[in-house]
Protein backbone atom coordinates (compact mmCIF):
# COMPACT_ATOMS: atom_id res chain seq x y z
CA UNK A 1 0.00 0.00 0.00
CA UNK A 2 1.23 3.69 -0.88
CA UNK A 3 2.43 5.54 2.14
CA UNK A 4 3.57 9.26 3.14
CA UNK A 5 7.62 9.24 3.54
CA UNK A 6 9.30 11.29 6.42
CA UNK A 7 13.25 11.94 6.47
CA UNK A 8 14.55 11.94 8.37
CA UNK A 9 13.16 10.25 11.10
CA UNK A 10 15.53 12.40 14.04
CA UNK A 11 16.74 15.43 13.26
CA UNK A 12 18.91 17.43 16.24
CA UNK A 13 19.41 21.05 15.92
CA UNK A 14 21.05 23.93 17.63
CA UNK A 15 19.27 26.85 18.41
CA UNK A 16 19.12 29.45 15.08
CA UNK A 17 20.18 26.86 13.03
CA UNK A 18 17.96 26.18 9.50
CA UNK A 19 16.38 22.60 9.44
CA UNK A 20 14.69 21.36 6.12
CA UNK A 21 12.41 18.20 6.87
CA UNK A 22 11.49 16.10 3.87
CA UNK A 23 8.44 14.58 2.60
CA UNK A 24 7.31 11.92 -0.18
CA UNK A 25 3.42 12.33 -0.09
CA UNK A 26 1.53 9.55 -2.09
CA UNK A 27 2.35 9.81 -5.68
CA UNK A 28 -1.35 11.27 -7.03
CA UNK A 29 -2.17 12.87 -3.91
CA UNK A 30 -2.94 16.52 -4.67
CA UNK A 31 -3.30 17.81 -0.76
CA UNK A 32 -0.35 18.45 1.43
CA UNK A 33 -0.16 18.97 4.75
CA UNK A 34 2.24 19.57 7.75
CA UNK A 35 1.24 19.38 11.19
CA UNK A 36 3.42 18.97 14.50
CA UNK A 37 2.90 17.16 17.91
CA UNK A 38 4.23 18.78 21.19
CA UNK A 39 5.60 15.37 23.45
CA UNK A 40 2.53 14.58 25.12
CA UNK A 41 0.12 17.45 23.39
CA UNK A 42 -2.44 17.75 20.85
CA UNK A 43 -1.48 17.53 17.23
CA UNK A 44 -1.54 21.07 15.78
CA UNK A 45 -2.19 22.46 12.18
CA UNK A 46 0.19 24.35 10.76
CA UNK A 47 -0.37 25.07 7.04
CA UNK A 48 -2.21 22.87 4.07
CA UNK A 49 -0.84 23.38 0.29
CA UNK A 50 -2.73 22.39 -3.10
CA UNK A 51 -1.72 23.51 -7.19
CA UNK A 52 1.19 24.59 -6.09
CA UNK A 53 0.46 26.97 -3.42
CA UNK A 54 -0.44 27.30 0.68
CA UNK A 55 -3.79 27.53 0.78
CA UNK A 56 -4.00 28.27 4.63
CA UNK A 57 -1.80 28.66 7.04
CA UNK A 58 -1.83 28.63 11.25
CA UNK A 59 -0.58 30.93 13.65
CA UNK A 60 1.95 29.25 14.17
CA UNK A 61 3.25 28.94 10.53
CA UNK A 62 5.04 32.62 10.79
CA UNK A 63 7.87 33.90 8.70
CA UNK A 64 10.14 31.51 10.13
CA UNK A 65 8.64 28.70 8.63
CA UNK A 66 8.14 27.90 4.73
CA UNK A 67 7.21 24.96 2.58
CA UNK A 68 8.28 23.58 -1.22
CA UNK A 69 7.26 21.54 -3.72
CA UNK A 70 10.31 21.47 -5.57
CA UNK A 71 9.91 18.91 -7.96
CA UNK A 72 6.35 17.40 -8.12
CA UNK A 73 7.41 14.54 -5.66
CA UNK A 74 8.78 16.08 -2.56
CA UNK A 75 7.54 17.97 -0.03
CA UNK A 76 9.57 20.02 2.49
CA UNK A 77 9.22 22.15 5.68
CA UNK A 78 12.00 24.90 6.08
CA UNK A 79 12.09 25.94 9.52
CA UNK A 80 14.85 29.46 9.20
CA UNK A 81 15.93 29.97 12.16
CA UNK A 82 15.25 27.22 14.89
CA UNK A 83 14.18 27.93 18.34
CA UNK A 84 13.63 25.79 21.52
CA UNK A 85 9.90 25.65 21.49
CA UNK A 86 10.42 24.16 18.22
CA UNK A 87 11.22 20.73 19.22
CA UNK A 88 8.53 18.41 18.48
CA UNK A 89 6.82 15.72 16.20
CA UNK A 90 6.65 17.24 12.59
CA UNK A 91 3.91 15.08 10.84
CA UNK A 92 3.67 15.46 7.05
CA UNK A 93 0.18 14.37 5.34
CA UNK A 94 -1.42 14.12 2.13
CA UNK A 95 -5.12 12.85 0.65
CA UNK A 96 -6.42 12.15 -2.89
CA UNK A 97 -9.46 13.86 -2.87
CA UNK A 98 -11.50 16.29 -0.68
CA UNK A 99 -13.44 13.67 1.46
CA UNK A 100 -10.51 11.38 1.75
CA UNK A 101 -8.56 11.12 5.17
CA UNK A 102 -5.03 12.42 5.71
CA UNK A 103 -2.44 9.58 5.16
CA UNK A 104 0.43 10.29 7.76
CA UNK A 105 3.80 10.04 7.22
CA UNK A 106 5.38 8.56 10.21
CA UNK A 107 6.97 12.24 11.64
CA UNK A 108 10.01 13.69 12.20
CA UNK A 109 11.50 14.17 15.67
CA UNK A 110 12.97 18.09 15.68
CA UNK A 111 14.71 18.59 18.72
CA UNK A 112 16.33 21.57 19.17
CA UNK A 113 18.93 22.21 21.72
CA UNK B 1 -14.12 27.24 21.98
CA UNK B 2 -12.77 24.14 21.37
CA UNK B 3 -13.86 22.64 18.32
CA UNK B 4 -12.84 19.00 19.41
CA UNK B 5 -13.14 18.31 22.70
CA UNK B 6 -12.30 14.81 24.27
CA UNK B 7 -12.83 14.69 27.70
CA UNK B 8 -11.17 11.40 28.78
CA UNK B 9 -7.37 11.64 29.00
CA UNK B 10 -6.85 8.11 29.83
CA UNK B 11 -8.46 5.08 30.61
CA UNK B 12 -8.05 1.25 31.07
CA UNK B 13 -10.07 -1.23 29.61
CA UNK B 14 -9.70 -5.21 30.17
CA UNK B 15 -8.83 -7.15 27.06
CA UNK B 16 -11.44 -8.57 24.84
CA UNK B 17 -14.01 -5.95 26.70
CA UNK B 18 -15.59 -2.76 24.83
CA UNK B 19 -14.57 0.27 24.91
CA UNK B 20 -16.24 4.19 24.19
CA UNK B 21 -13.86 6.99 23.48
CA UNK B 22 -16.08 9.93 23.27
CA UNK B 23 -15.75 12.65 20.93
CA UNK B 24 -17.64 15.67 20.90
CA UNK B 25 -17.22 18.93 18.01
CA UNK B 26 -18.63 22.33 17.61
CA UNK B 27 -19.07 23.46 14.47
CA UNK B 28 -22.07 25.37 12.24
CA UNK B 29 -21.30 23.89 8.38
CA UNK B 30 -23.67 21.52 7.35
CA UNK B 31 -21.45 19.61 5.84
CA UNK B 32 -18.22 18.05 7.93
CA UNK B 33 -16.31 15.14 8.41
CA UNK B 34 -15.30 13.39 11.44
CA UNK B 35 -12.46 11.13 11.86
CA UNK B 36 -10.52 8.83 14.23
CA UNK B 37 -7.06 7.93 14.52
CA UNK B 38 -5.03 6.02 16.39
CA UNK B 39 -1.59 6.87 17.24
CA UNK B 40 0.50 3.54 18.98
CA UNK B 41 3.60 4.60 21.17
CA UNK B 42 6.14 4.58 18.09
CA UNK B 43 4.59 7.82 17.47
CA UNK B 44 2.37 7.07 13.79
CA UNK B 45 -0.63 8.59 13.02
CA UNK B 46 -3.19 5.56 11.50
CA UNK B 47 -6.35 6.55 10.37
CA UNK B 48 -9.02 4.00 11.76
CA UNK B 49 -12.29 5.48 10.44
CA UNK B 50 -14.86 7.86 9.09
CA UNK B 51 -18.19 9.19 9.29
CA UNK B 52 -19.74 12.39 7.09
CA UNK B 53 -22.15 14.71 8.53
CA UNK B 54 -24.78 13.46 6.20
CA UNK B 55 -24.34 9.99 6.20
CA UNK B 56 -27.70 8.45 7.66
CA UNK B 57 -25.28 5.57 9.15
CA UNK B 58 -22.78 5.00 11.75
CA UNK B 59 -19.89 3.99 10.15
CA UNK B 60 -18.42 0.82 10.77
CA UNK B 61 -14.78 -0.50 9.94
CA UNK B 62 -13.70 -4.12 11.53
CA UNK B 63 -13.67 -3.60 15.54
CA UNK B 64 -14.05 -0.13 15.39
CA UNK B 65 -17.55 1.57 15.40
CA UNK B 66 -18.47 5.13 14.84
CA UNK B 67 -22.00 6.35 17.28
CA UNK B 68 -22.62 9.51 15.76
CA UNK B 69 -25.35 11.66 17.22
CA UNK B 70 -25.27 14.50 15.26
CA UNK B 71 -28.18 16.61 17.45
CA UNK B 72 -25.89 15.75 20.12
CA UNK B 73 -22.65 17.17 17.92
CA UNK B 74 -21.11 13.72 19.22
CA UNK B 75 -19.04 10.75 16.99
CA UNK B 76 -18.02 8.24 20.00
CA UNK B 77 -15.52 5.34 19.02
CA UNK B 78 -16.20 2.26 19.99
CA UNK B 79 -13.83 -0.35 19.51
CA UNK B 80 -15.04 -4.14 20.60
CA UNK B 81 -13.32 -6.60 22.09
CA UNK B 82 -10.13 -5.09 22.71
CA UNK B 83 -6.89 -6.61 22.43
CA UNK B 84 -3.84 -5.77 23.38
CA UNK B 85 -2.18 -3.51 20.35
CA UNK B 86 -5.05 -1.57 21.02
CA UNK B 87 -2.98 0.31 23.97
CA UNK B 88 -2.56 3.81 22.16
CA UNK B 89 -3.65 7.86 21.93
CA UNK B 90 -6.78 8.08 19.79
CA UNK B 91 -7.66 11.07 18.43
CA UNK B 92 -10.95 12.73 17.11
CA UNK B 93 -10.77 15.00 14.24
CA UNK B 94 -13.02 17.04 12.23
CA UNK B 95 -13.15 18.87 8.85
CA UNK B 96 -15.22 21.76 8.16
CA UNK B 97 -16.08 21.91 4.95
CA UNK B 98 -15.77 25.86 5.01
CA UNK B 99 -12.37 25.59 6.32
CA UNK B 100 -9.81 26.95 4.07
CA UNK B 101 -7.18 24.56 3.19
CA UNK B 102 -9.36 21.57 4.01
CA UNK B 103 -7.58 20.87 7.10
CA UNK B 104 -8.16 18.53 10.12
CA UNK B 105 -8.81 19.82 13.40
CA UNK B 106 -7.72 17.54 16.16
CA UNK B 107 -8.96 17.12 19.86
CA UNK B 108 -6.35 16.28 22.52
CA UNK B 109 -6.79 12.93 22.47
CA UNK B 110 -7.55 10.03 25.31
CA UNK B 111 -4.59 7.39 26.09
CA UNK B 112 -6.25 3.69 26.26
CA UNK B 113 -4.65 1.11 28.19
CA UNK B 114 -5.44 -2.48 27.61
CA UNK B 115 -4.74 -4.83 30.99
CA UNK B 116 -4.47 -8.22 30.18
Known amino acids: EPEVTQTPSHQVTQMGQEVILRCVPI?????FYWYRQILGQKVEFLVSFYNNEISEKSEIFDDQFSVERPDGSNFTLKIRSTKLEDSAMYFC???????????FGNGTRLTVT | AQKITQTQPGMFVQEKEAVTLDCTYDTSDQSYGLFWYKQPSSGEMIFLIY??????QNATEGRYSLNFQKARKSANLVISASQLGDSAMYFCAMREAAAAGNKLTFGGGTRVLVKP
Open chain 1, 93 to 103: ASKGAYNSPLH
Open chain 1, 27 to 31: SNHLY
Open chain 2, 51 to 56: QGSYDE
